[in-house]
């Protein structure tokens, strides 16, 4: 399930080079299943797309204690062709050697700030903030052209049964910074929910949060929000 960011464009000459967000784990899965919540950007020149990449936490059983962290995306114009982007090395351990999935033990009911910005290196980076400690980790950076970001998303992707107990994750501060260093904030988010026909379930949701200008998925619920509602995250 998505939420997409409603935020008004910023002028050609002043792109989107950095996007944030705090994503906090509140209901954990009780089952061995991957969960992944991500902030998705695509990688833009003049407003075309070459490309997307997906950042953020996920449970995987197949990790210590479940925790991992994922920065990965994949190729999306005529000219860059289709699959995978290419990247530098993880700059974390991996347990499964996943070129995009690295160890990283995050702890439910904690603030994590997700960045994707330019990378001083090359391409683009990823990186996580434990807000608790203070510590940032950088994943690795992919390797897209591309001189801003935009189509911005976070999503929750869960491989469990519909009927299967609930999980949630809470989304908020959400930013973006412009080449001027102006920031931006969406409005509001959109919503929108995977088809049953393709795999989907009834059981999400997407809610308002208990705190000003938060959201949250929820899995193994009640769905209270309609497909396609935006959710405003500004106080009239």
Not at 85 to 110: C, E, F, M, Q, V
Not at 118 to 123: A, I, L, N, Q, V
């Amino acid at each position: 399930m998505h939420l997409s960011w409603k935020m008004a464009n910023p002028i050609a000459d002043d792109p989107i080079i950095e996007v944030s967000v705090l994503a906090r784990v509140k209901l954990v899965p009780e089952v061995e299943r991957l969960f992944f919540w991500a902030l998705q950007v695509s990688f833009l020149e003049n407003g075309k797309p070459f490309g997307a990449g997906h950042m953020g936490l996920q449970y995987h059983p197949d990790y210590p204690g479940g925790g991992a962290v994922n920065w990965g995306g994949y190729h999306g114009s005529a000219s860059t062709g289709s699959g995978e982007l290419p990247g530098s090395a993880l700059k974390i351990t991996s347990t499964l050697n996943n070129p995009n999935t690295g160890d990283y033990p995050w702890r439910p009911g904690r603030d994590y700030r997700y960045r994707i910005y330019r990378s001083p290196e090359r391409g683009w980076r990823g990186s996580v903030t434990d807000t608790e400690t203070g510590i940032e980790t950088v994943i690795r950076d992919l390797w897209c052209p591309g001189s801003g970001l935009g189509q911005i998303v976070v999503w929750t992707e869960a491989f469990a049964h519909c009927e299967e107990p609930s999980v949630a994750v809470q989304w908020s501060d959400f930013q973006a910074i412009t080449m001027s260093g102006t920031t931006l904030a969406p409005d509001g988010l959109g919503v929108n929910y995977q088809r049953v026909s393709d795999g989907g379930c009834l059981t999400t949701n997407s809610v308002l949060g208990s705190s000003p200008g938060s959201v949250s998925q929820v899995t193994g619920a009640t769905r209270t929000t309609k497909q396609g509602t935006v959710l405003p995250l500004r106080v009239p």
